[in-house]
Nanobody, 110 residues
């Protein structure tokens, strides 16, 4: 199993980014996939999840601004992030079961 995140970068407050998580070694359409984020000194925080049946879950901190989706043909999960805030700055990780990617850094700053 391998998860590879991409799409991070620096963006101004109010901007948007789309993160990608390319999965290999399993088929994402059959499993729940999630995004988490972490900043130095803090625990990893849940950001979004898409279940095997397509249902999605978000914490209140990102609900209405972030959207998780997947492309089964590409075996890739996405996280569309809009109306970004400085407090969204973190390393974002893709997760499946006990597997984690290496993360991609998102910096929201003017």
């Amino acid at each position: 199993v391998q998860l590879v995140e991409s799409g991070g970068g620096m963006v101004q407050p109010g901007g948007s980014l789309r993160l990608s998580c390319a999965a290999s070694g399993f088929t994402i359409s059959s499993y729940d996939m999630s995004w988490f984020r972490q900043t130095p000194g803090k625990e990893r925080e849940f950001v979004a999840s898409i279940r095997w049946n397509g249902n999605t879950i978000y914490p209140n901190s990102v609900k209405g601004r972030f959207t998780i989706s997947r492309d089964n043909a590409k075996n890739t999960v996405y996280l569309q992030m809009n109306s970004l805030k400085p407090e969204d700055t973190a390393v974002y990780y893709c997760n499946y079961n006990v597997y984690w990617g290496k993360g991609t850094l998102v910096t929201v700053s003017s």
